[in-house]
């Protein structure tokens, strides 16, 4: 998710001399091959002060990592994409006066379209608050929040939601299969519906209902789905309720 953000950073004009990658692992074989990358903090050039510290790593190594970038707190804004990481558990490790930003990006962001939910401590500025939103709009939308729950929220809701998007890709294909389709061609009819319908949507300026209310006729065939779909149990909308909870619930456990 690092490497994605710094891909839409770089092709909306930030200057790879702005950047500096931390990484023991860093390919510039697969990454931006002008970016200047070092194996560890310590390897970053003396006087250097960053507007911005990206904390793109596993929640789990966070204690290890983020003490290293501590000598930037009270300049730099710490934005961090680890999941499950609450600000009073980066707090910890960063200290008490330190700005820091949650995100919660998705992988859309890979391509340009993500959704990022954005939550920010009291001591992050309205300057830095204005620099996080334009490094994340730079690879999608934004949207901030204002309690941490909210956040476990966004989580379940776009954080996850990619995965429900392929599982619907999935299952109407095997819809497809079911119906008397080869799977080649329901997968391809599948797959273009879904991926039509979101570029449909992304374009429009019309709400989801009024785009699926106009697809729909009175009591033709795409009527008698909704019916199954939209029943007041077992309906799609009672599964994603139910399934968004699921990962809320999930979200907050990881969160302690």
Known sequence: MGGALLAGWLEQGISPSDAIVVDPHYDSKTGPADIHSVSSPQQLPAGFTPDVV??????????????????????AVFLSIAAGRTIASLEA????????????????????????????????????????DQLVTAVGKAVWVEHENQLDAVTALSGSGPAYV????E????????????????????RETVTGSGELLHRSPLPAAALRENVT?????????????????????????????????RAEELAG
């Open 54 to 75: 990206l904390l793109a790593v596993k929640p789990q190594t966070m204690d290890q990592v983020a003490p290293s970038y501590r000598r930037f707190a009270g300049s």
């Open 93 to 132: 490790v960063l200290g008490s006066e330190a700005a820091i930003v949650r995100a919660m990006p998705n992988t859309p962001a890979s391509v340009g379209r993500g959704a990022t939910g954005l939550l920010a401590n009291r001591n992050v500025s309205e300057q830095q608050r204005r620099t996080c």
């Open 166 to 169: 392929f599982l619907l890709v």
């Open 171 to 190: 299952a109407l294909t095997a819809a497809g299969e079911n119906l008397g389709l080869p799977t080649d061609v329901a997968a391809i009819l599948a």
């Open 217 to 249: 006729s009175p009591n033709g065939t795409t009527y008698a789905a909704l019916q199954v779909l939209m029943k007041q149990e077992d309906g799609l909308a009672d599964l994603m309720r139910r399934a968004t909870e699921a990962a809320c619930r």
